[in-house]
């Protein structure tokens, strides 16, 4: 390339090599691959002139960029400060155990600035700043009774430990148990969400079942169904069954109007002339579903699970009563006891709006069976028959 220097020369006296001068010989960092074209193929090409101005080349520069030095052979390299292996932690759980606390701990740290602030939320029981998620996620780090023994018998350097040892370390200096702390909060708020939705449940379950009461298009409509199936088993029935008429029909009946199948018309069964003469007759029944919105949320309601879960909702509350009185008769944390109080005082009455909620159901679904002639009707079977039928009806 032009006017580069020459390399050195070799000294005089014999053949000198590099470690005996303890010479670093400066090398490339990487190899540039590229193709080379044969020397015959240079003839009488832009490669084969010279070029007449040519190029200097500052070799500091060069080897300052793209060089490294090789260090004598047989004359091992001193490590530098910055090369120094990293400090292990120290660590008194399973590999296995700390990185996953570890993990779970990097989520929460998201959120709260140190351990404490997470200790703080789950002992005043904090349900602003920690959901049933978190608990859930909380409950599996916790240390166990073994672990807890570790943190409080290390004496070692704080600075030595792994994150979820100096977590563990943190949780064991409380006067009570976090993980029954964590249990309780837990309990506490799945009774919450458990009562509001029984309770908004037997809602719909009594709004269904006044509703199918008071909705006249629903009984026109039942009543035009069972006329027109009076249609079909009596007044075109063989000569044995004329007249023999039904007052009367089971609402299981009404699904039976769709086997009834046209002899010209593919498309056409009971039902959906029945549908077809409503449209053109009476179309105010097809306001129907208007008056009877409630039941297609209450047919998946069923009354004898709601009584069950009433059950473990009043099992659960003696758990939460007993753990009351034992933050009553310790020496606990006083957010503790008090949000304990407070929840407790709020889930008894919400278990007994639940209650009173479900005998009122009763009463209206039995009622709903008596006006359609099924006293031993369940909730669930009725309003899933008129709802189908209805839903249907409106199809066709």
Known sequence: LGSIPPPPPMPQGGVTTEASLNLKRVTMKGRLHWKALPANLVENTMWSAPDPAGLTIDTSEFEALFCKAESPKGSPQKQSKES????????????RR?????????RFLKVFASFDEIIDALMSM?????????????????PSDEEIEFARIYKGSSSQLGKAERFFIEIAKLNISAKVVCENFILILEHK?????????LHDVILASKEVIDSQCLRELMLAARDVGNMANSNYAP??????????????????????????????????????NIREKRPHLLNVSKETKHI????????????????????????????????????AFAETLTKVNESREELDQGLLSCTNAYKKALEAVKSAGLYFGEKSLKSSELFSRLHVFITEFQQD
Do not use: W
């Open 84 to 95: 120094k292996q990293p400090t292990k932690n120290v660590s008194f759980l399973d590999l």
């Open 126 to 142: 904090d349900s602003d700043t920690l959901c049933l998620d978190d608990l859930y996620m909380l409950q599996r780090l916790l």
């Open 98 to 106: 700390s990185n996953n606390v570890s993990i779970a701990l990097n």
């Open 239 to 276: 000569g044995a069954r004329m007249n023999q008429t039904a007052r009367g029909i089971t609402t299981d009946s009404l699904e039976k109007l769709k086997d009834i199948k046209s002899t010209k018309a593919k498309d056409m069964n009971l039902l959906s002339f029945l549908a077809k």
């Open 193 to 201: 969400e458990k009562t509001q939705t029984l309770f908004r449940e």
């Open 296 to 331: 297609g949320v209450a047919r998946f309601i069923d009354l004898d699970a709601v009584a069950n879960d009433i059950g473990k909702l009043k099992q659960g509350m003696q758990t939460i009563h007993t753990f009351e009185n034992s933050l009553a008769s310790g020496n």
